[in-house]
């Protein structure tokens, strides 16, 4: 996880579940404070409710997310 907390969230399992099929959800504070706008606007992306509008998994693996990932990883395996 991100910040320790997704961004939807509810005491009640089925209000969770429906807000994850509405894509209602919120960047709460504190827990996503810290977290940069870039990052935010990424996972925004993901959770598109519209399939047609959403990243393919390609498209998401592809993102600089991950792509700085994998680049430290080689780093540090080199």
């Not at 994850?20 to 810290?34: N, T, V």
């Amino acid at each position: 996880m991100i910040c320790g907390y997704p961004p939807f969230w509810s005491e009640n399992y089925i209000d969770m579940v429906n807000q994850i099929r509405k894509a209602q959800y919120e960047f709460g504070s504190p827990a996503w404070d810290d977290i940069s706008r870039e990052t935010k606007k990424y996972i925004t992306e993901l959770l598109e409710k519209d399939p047609k509008k959403r990243p393919t998994a390609q498209e998401a693996m592809d993102h600089i997310r991950f792509a700085d990932t994998e680049a430290l990883a080689s780093l540090e395996d080199g």
